[in-house]
């Protein structure tokens, strides 16, 4: 399989913690956002959205959106599950996943901070407090969420789609300088997801092109 991917963005680390957590080898290849090499031509071909991730599978069929991506892994490759079989506790593991990916990310990604310097002349400092602006409104909901059910992990004492999702929404947090202090279950959590060692081995840091910015 070959990822498409960049670093430092949310919803590729989200795939690579799922890869990992799943042992599966893949070829990375990186798309630079800050160059801008997500809009080029070629890669339009293989992600019509200009987003990463995508994943390319080894006969060829290239999916794109990353929780999209995290159910076709783990309907493939269950072992370890990344959802829990039971219906309900499903349903939970997705919505907190979904107060991420479709109510917290999709505000602050590239194109949303571009088009508000660009568009409508936002400064750093605004921008900063835009970002900050939504990740705590969503972290106070997920802090409640999280609280009430108390597991070692996002949902349970098995790491889920969850903590691959919130753990980069976490790194997210600290590179945008957002005060995660009142947020105990969220650090907790995500503390306990990063000791695992695949999921330390997605960090950006550890990525090949890690010096991209
Ligand atoms: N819902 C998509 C979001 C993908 C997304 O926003 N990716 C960001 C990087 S984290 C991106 O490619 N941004 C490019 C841009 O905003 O121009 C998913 O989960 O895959």
Redesign the pocket.
């Known amino acids: 399989m070959i990822l498409y991917g ?1 670093p ?8 690579r913690i799922a890869l990992a957590l799943k042992n599966l080898p893949y070829e990375s290849i990186t ?1 630079d ?1 800050r160059a801008g090499e ?2 080029e031509a070629d890669y339009l071909d293989i992600n019509s ?5 995508s994943l390319k599978l080894d006969e060829g069929t290239v999916l ?6 995290i159910e076709y892994l783990d309907e493939t490759y269950p072992d370890p599950p990344l959802l829990p079989a039971e219906p309900r506790a499903r349903a939970r593991v997705r919505s907190l996943s979904q107060a991420i ?2 109510d917290i ?2 505000l602050n ?6 088009a508000l310097r660009d568009q409508f002349s936002a400064t750093p400092d605004q921008i900063q407090a835009w970002i900050a602006r939504w990740i705590t409104d969503g972290f106070a909901a997920l802090e409640q969420m999280i609280g009430a059910h108390g597991g070692k992990f996002a949902f349970g004492d098995q790491p889920s789609q969850a903590d691959c999702v919130l753990v ?1 929404q976490v790194y997210a947090a600290e590179r945008f300088a957002v005060d995660l202090a009142p947020f105990n279950q969220i650090r907790r959590v995500a503390d306990a997801a990063m000791a695992l060692e695949p999921v330390a081995a997605a960090h950006p840091s550890r990525q090949p092109d890690a010096d991209a910015p």
């Open positions: 960049y430092l963005s949310s919803a590729s680390y989200r795939v798309k956002l997500h809009r959205q200009g987003f990463v991730p794109g959106q990353s929780a999209a991506i990916t479709s990310h999709p990604n590239l194109r949303v901070q571009k980069p």
